[in-house]
């Protein structure tokens, strides 16, 4: 068993609902987390006392308590509060760090199988299992059919030098899919798998929104506009997207919320050799397929830091 360690750091509000599931799905790790902050951002349910509750009974659980701003706020808010629990720690103490939502529902091996995926793959800077949300009559699991290319954002387990070079997270809708792009771009690989030990509940299913499934889906296309992504490569993933749940509207409203986006020129990520990088691998995607365009990426990754 591995003796490299870890942090999780878990934003969250109002998670009263799934915190004792998830709380409960940590504590039965194979391998314990060494630290695990958890900032509250302001909840107004009753996620303080099950934190607190928690926190008495385990002494490496660590509690921040954030002001009410007076809503959920995705995005950059979600970020703002993961970086108010990194800077209550010394990243320099830890071998790996996650970014660890509290609505999940992790199976009891979920750490122990990250961490031996990364002593075994130098090149692995970060990756994760893969969701899955339970049918509205509970009796089937549904994938989030998140692509293999991406660690997902409710769980990022990082090795903690390639978070620090590749910058940490930036403070946008679309820090998740920047991070893995910005691996790749600096010769990291980036993954998720679909393995039974890493195989997870996802308790409020991907893009929901705390409005709607729509505005969920739309603010996935704005960030998608915002990371600088190809009108041809957003066309063809909302075109896949309008085949899985929720069918048709939730690809329709990806590609609306990229289109609006499009027509009122908001503002984009601004770094030029990000973008570049970005654009080239969304065409080899579509000329050669997303599998194989990563998979050369990765070999490169792999080849440079032998």
């Not at 760090?97 to 979920?110: A, E, G, M, V, W």
């Not at 978070?163 to 990291?188: A, K, L, P, T, Y």
């Not at 609306?256 to 570049?276: E, V």
Request: one cysteine or more; a positive charge; proline letters at 4%.
């Amino acid at each position: 068993m591995s003796t490299s360690n870890y942090v999780l750091i878990t934003p969250c509000r109002d998670e009263a609902q799934y915190a004792q599931q998830c709380l409960d799905s940590v504590l039965a790790q194979t391998v314990l987390p060494t630290l695990w902050v958890i900032v509250d951002d302001g909840s107004s349910d009753e996620t303080p006392e099950i934190l607190a509750a928690y926190a008495k009974k385990v002494d490496w659980i660590q509690i921040v308590r954030r002001e009410d701003r007076g809503r959920r706020a995705v995005g950059p808010g979600v970020i703002d509060a993961f970086y108010a629990g990194l800077d209550t720690i010394q990243i320099n103490d830890f071998d790996y760090l996650c970014k660890f939502d509290l609505d999940l529902d992790i199976p009891p091996t979920y750490f122990e199988t990250l961490i031996s995926w990364m002593e075994k793959e130098p090149a692995l800077g970060t990756c994760s299992g893969k969701p899955y949300f339970r049918s509205e009559d509970g009796k089937q699991l549904i994938s989030e059919k998140c692509g293999d290319e991406m660690s997902v954002g409710m769980t990022k387990f990082y090795k903690r030098e390639c978070f620090q070079e590749i910058g940490g997270f930036v403070r946008e809708v679309m820090w998740d899919g920047i991070d893995c792009h910005s691996c790749r771009m600096m010769n990291w690989i980036a993954f998720s798998r679909d393995d039974p030990e890493t195989r997870f509940i996802h308790l409020r299913p991907m893009g929901s929104s705390q409005q709607s499934i729509w505005t969920g889906r739309m603010r996935h296309g704005y960030g998608q506009y915002y990371m600088g992504t190809g009108l041809a490569y957003m066309t063809a993933s909302a075109v896949y997207r309008m085949t899985r749940p929720p069918l048709i509207v939730g690809g329709l409203g990806m590609w609306w919320g990229y289109i609006k986006s499009l027509i009122k020129r908001l503002p984009r990520y601004d770094n030029a050799k990000f973008k570049k990088f970005l654009r080239k691998y969304q065409r080899a995607c579509l000329w050669e397929g997303k599998a194989a365009a990563t998979a050369r990426l990765h070999h490169h990754a792999r080849t440079a830091r032998r």
